[in-house]
């Protein structure tokens, strides 16, 4: 858990890549303007493929996720890809609802988006196979909803 001085301000940007990177070793970051960006690899289980992923974070914003590759696609090329932001060419997962505080700022991102990346990618493979979307949640109606910041 992050340091009791963080309880109710944003973690900064170098702590939360200390504990990305404690956690996440093999997790780079670098920064652009006021985002860090941190790339890295996950393997939601040990029979699943390697995703090369990337989480961005402005301190005042949500953090978003990306999988780079391989490229997401469905089992069929008629159906969407359940619980993603559909602007962003299918491949940033929808993690949590906006709006609902499941993740503010003084979370870790190290203990809630890249294991939530990580199960979503488990989801999605499992989907790949059943056609069923075990993940539960639900999605914002649009992706507008998707600006609210925490």
Not at 73 to 101: A, Q, T, W
């Amino acid at each position: 858990m992050a340091h009791e001085y963080f309880k109710n301000k944003p973690i900064t940007l170098p702590y939360q890549d200390v504990y990305i990177r404690q956690k996440y070793p093999s997790f780079t970051y670098k920064k652009h303007g006021n985002a860090y960006h941190w790339i890295g690899m996950l393997q939601p289980s040990p029979l699943s493929t390697e995703y090369k992923v990337e989480i961005e974070y402005t301190i005042g914003q949500l953090p978003k996720s990306y999988v780079l590759s391989p490229k997401l696609r469905s089992y069929d090329e008629k159906v969407k890809i359940p619980h993603i932001y559909e602007n962003m060419n299918g491949h940033r997962p929808c993690l949590f609802l906006p709006g609902n505080k499941e993740w503010t700022g003084n979370k870790l991102i190290s203990d809630t988006i890249i294991p939530w990346l990580s199960l979503w990618l488990f989801y999605y493979e499992i989907w790949l196979s059943t056609k069923e979307w075990l993940g539960e949640g639900f999605h914002p109606s649009s992706d507008k909803d998707e600006t609210d910041h925490s």
